[in-house]
């Protein structure tokens, strides 16, 4: 009996070991709509996108070696065929994202899982729509650590970056995405961590969110590992 249950306790326990947890909860007032992109050859999760109710908790797996971003979609509508729009972070107008990407400005929680550990950050150089914390559940490392942008930058944003809607900001785009230029957008004579400094905009998103990337050369303060993470990505 023991030989035939030996190896299943083994698969079990290695599968296990494999896969990490992402743990998704909805700490604000509205309802979110989280969008999954996973990175190139990567599989899609939930099927890119899925509806989260205040005070909702919902798990999702993800095999060894996964890379991808997590952002929070707001004022949605969908129809029963789950085709419709949100009006910040988008993805081509379909709840399940299946590829498509998030349209800025939305904060991210991105994630490249096991190389050889957990790389995770949260960033906002394409802006900011909803407050978004990882934390981690399990996992180790010197810099295993919660991070987050809890700061309400809807209301701190500067009046050339805001998204408005019926007079209220639903968004913080980023320099970058605001004006597109070299210098905020790290391109051109821009394009090396040296040339490409923080600017006035970049720091007023540092200054409230001094884990988060705030432009793109952002690095020494903005990317956190763990080994063998589980991670509790919350929104608000
Ligand atoms: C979700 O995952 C976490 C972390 O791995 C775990 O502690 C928790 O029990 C899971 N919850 C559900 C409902 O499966």
């Not at 299943?8 to 599968?15: A, E, H």
């Not at 899925?50 to 996964?66: D, I, R, Y």
């Not at 809890?150 to 209220?168: I, M």
Request: aromatic share 10%; glycine share 10%; net charge positive.
């Amino acid at each position: 009996m023991a030989l035939y249950i030996l190896p299943i306790l083994l698969v079990l326990s290695l599968s296990g070991a494999e896969a990490a947890v992402f743990t998704l909860q909805n700490k604000c007032r509205n309802t979110i709509w989280p969008g999954i992109l996973p990175g190139s050859g990567q599989i899609q999760l939930m099927n890119g996108g899925f509806q989260l109710n205040p005070g909702e908790v919902v798990n999702v797996t993800a095999p060894k070696k996964w890379s991808g971003r997590f952002w929070p979609r707001r004022f949605c509508k969908f129809d029963s065929a789950g085709n419709g729009q949100c009006l910040t972070g988008d993805c081509g107008g379909k709840l399940q994202c299946t590829g498509a990407g998030g349209a800025p400005p939305a904060t991210l929680a991105e994630f490249t899982l096991d190389s050889p550990v957990d790389y995770y950050d949260v960033s906002l150089v394409d802006g900011y729509n909803v407050r978004v914390s990882i934390e981690p559940l399990s996992g180790t490392g010197p810099t295993c650590k919660p991070i987050s942008c809890l700061a309400e930058l809807n209301r701190l944003c500067p009046v050339g970056l805001q998204v408005k809607r019926n007079g209220h900001v639903v968004a913080c785009k980023s320099a970058c995405l605001a004006y597109n230029t070299p210098e905020y957008c790290c391109t051109g004579a821009y394009a090396t961590p040296d040339s490409c400094k923080p600017t006035g905009y970049s720091k007023v998103f540092k200054a409230v969110c001094p884990t988060s990337y705030s432009y793109a050369y952002d690095d020494p303060t903005s990317t956190f590992t763990c080994q063998d993470g589980n991670y509790l990505i919350r929104f608000c």
